[in-house]
């Protein structure tokens, strides 16, 4: 497996960042300061090579450093085996210019997902230790991200079937009856949500069959893991075009329904991700931090390697604060991980004492404020 790792890494009026400039190293990166210093920030900035909003998920406006006008840009330089590219993203703060620009060699690029071609960025945040206990929208998109990885068409599919569904409810929320115009919406609806329900569950097929590959003995449990959703049940138990048209019958026919909800009632929209603790036979929502947490690091490393494996590029890890629950044990079999991975990581963590292990082999660098330098002794 190929590895594609970052470079450098320039930041302007990046949250608490005026102007950054890092030279980084492939493989493990650790960044230590204390809570505050701007390390998840560091973090979130590589989450922008990715299509979406970044792993806290922010308005930009709230990215951008106060006093920037609203405007913010990241620059990577990225090398790896497939050659090496310049990735340049951000926004100019000029009003009525929504969202973000990318761009790739110093051309525009077409849409966000361009950058996928050049690198896949995965993350484990301290948020997502509420991944199991929290809404299904969070398991959903945890598992859609799961899918770009591998599967860079599924983020246009998503949005077309948001940008459908907005206008369906729209049209149930005016009291609208266009028959023609339900009809088109729900046929684009249908043929969209059954392609990403599909997109999904050969996702989590292939997940299942990688999590099968650690061992018993690993102090990451396999997970059994599973989709619950009107769609996603039946695919491979029918034909694609089947589900399709049940689905748009079953849109035409709970009109009246959703139209008292003011909302779609069904769809990929509706769909959660089930994961169980195989070795205790217990549903995570039910299992404890530590081991929530440990489940979380076999899924994302399992995934990993199947990213690895499907597109030939092993991903970029993002893991804030990943020593909070992990005991020593632990931390030592993730690093040991990631080594046989040939990744590039990037880890957070308050001491540098929590990576000992990683002495010599990794690039420390302690975060300040707004500055950051390499630590010490490493």
Not at 25 to 40: E, H, I, L, M, S
Not at 275 to 281: D, E, L, M, N
Request: hydrophobic letters at 40%.
């Amino acid at each position: 497996m190929a590895s594609t790792h970052i470079n450098r890494l320039t930041l302007t009026n990046f949250r608490n960042y005026a102007a950054l400039s890092l030279e980084l190293r492939p493989g493990t990166v650790v960044f230590t300061g204390d809570n505050g210093a701007g390390k998840t920030n560091l973090l979130e900035a590589i989450s922008f090579l990715t299509p979406g909003r970044g792993l806290r998920r922010a308005p930009y406006a709230d990215v951008a450093r106060e006093g920037s006008g609203g405007s913010f840009s990241i620059h990577a330089v990225i090398g790896g085996e497939f050659g090496d590219a310049e990735i340049g993203t951000g926004t100019s703060g000029i009003e009525g210019e929504a969202g973000r620009r990318v761009r790739i060699n110093g051309a525009n690029a077409k849409s966000a997902d361009d950058m996928l071609e050049w690198l896949r960025v995965l993350w484990l945040t301290p948020a997502m230790d509420a991944l199991f206990t929290g809404p299904a929208g969070d398991r959903r998109r945890f598992l859609d991200r799961l899918v770009l990885a591998i599967d860079p068409s599924h983020g246009q599919r998503a949005l077309d079937y948001e940008k459908a569904m907005r206008g369906r409810n729209r049209l149930l929320g005016e009291d609208r009856y266009d028959r023609q115009w339900f009809e088109a919406i729900e046929t684009q609806m249908a043929e969209t949500g059954v392609a990403i329900a599909a997109a999904r569950a050969e996702m989590v097929r292939l997940l299942a069959a990688m999590i099968e590959k650690l061992p018993a003995s690993s102090p990451f449990p396999q997970a059994d893991i599973s989709l619950s959703g009107t769609l996603e049940n039946r695919i491979g138990q029918e034909p694609a075009v089947e589900i399709e048209e049940r689905f748009r019958r079953a849109l035409a026919e709970g009109r009246d329904r959703d139209r008292a909800a003011g909302r779609t009632l069904e769809g990929p929209h509706r769909s959660d991700l089930i994961v169980t603790h195989r070795p205790k036979a217990m549903p995570a929502e039910l299992c404890s931090t530590g081991e929530q947490k440990a489940l979380l690091v076999g899924i994302i490393v399992s995934h990993a390697r199947l990213c690895g494996e499907m597109s030939g590029t092993v991903p970029i890890l993002l893991l804030d604060e990943i020593a909070a629950h992990l005991d020593a044990g632990r931390r030592a079999a993730l690093f040991a991980i990631l080594e046989e991975l040939g990744c590039q990581a990037f880890m957070t963590g308050t001491e540098p004492a929590l990576f000992s292990s990683l002495r010599g082999k990794a690039q420390f660098l302690t975060v300040d404020h707004g500055s950051v330098r390499p630590t010490e002794d490493h």
